[in-house]
């Protein structure tokens, strides 16, 4: 009995120990990934694989002094949400004195099309993220997108039910 509590006592030990040694990746924050010089999408993939959100991962990556252009291009390339972005960037910029003057909404859709996004897409994020009509209609003349001034933005709807599908519901009724 002696024998068998001091193998299991050695193994829990080493089970700990293990378990702390694999702890210790996971303890890996965006902020030292930035001082590391990491790249920004390593940055971000990190950072959701440690279980924070798109936005704390965003967020501790500008307070630890990463680039808004580069860390919004790196998240587009990670295929992030673009109305999720422009929203948490417009949010962030206005009122943050530091990105006041460099992540406006049209510098944001700049970005989204430089990191190849098609500009009708663009828009129509930036619109779902709360910008208004003319700013959008603004910036995506200053992209060079021909008939800007007609650009016009449909929020989406729910789903459209396929045709010839009724209710799931028995019909009837009546007695």
């Known amino acids: 009995m002696r024998n068998m509590m001091k193998k299991w006592g050695s193994r829990s030990v080493l089970i ?3 378990l702390l040694l694999g702890a210790w990746q996971v303890g890996a924050t965006v ?3 930035i001082a590391a010089g990491l790249p920004l999408d390593r940055v971000i993939a990190n950072g959701l694989g440690a279980g924070l959100t798109l ?6 990556a500008l307070d630890a ?3 808004p252009e ?4 790196a998240a587009v390339a990670q295929g992030s949400d673009l109305t999720r972005l422009f ?8 009122t943050d004195p530091k990105l006041k003057d460099s992540c406006s909404a049209c510098a944001l859709m700049k970005w989204a099309k430089e990191a190849g996004k ?6 129509n994020a930036m619109m779902a993220a709360g910008s208004n009509l003319q700013q959008v209609r603004d910036c995506l003349a200053s992209m060079g997108l021909p008939n800007a001034e007609t650009y016009a933005y449909t929020p989406p709807g729910p789903p459209v039910a396929p045709a010839g599908v009724g209710p799931s519901f028995p019909g009837g009724g009546g007695g």
């Open 16 to 18: 700990i120990i293990i």
């Open 31 to 33: 902020p030292g990934d």
């Open 55 to 60: 936005e704390a991962v965003l967020g501790q």
């Open 65 to 67: 002094g990463a680039n």
């Open 70 to 73: 580069k860390l919004f291009k």
């Open 87 to 94: 929203k948490y960037f417009l949010d962030r910029c206005a």
């Open 118 to 123: 098609d500009p009708v897409e663009i828009a």
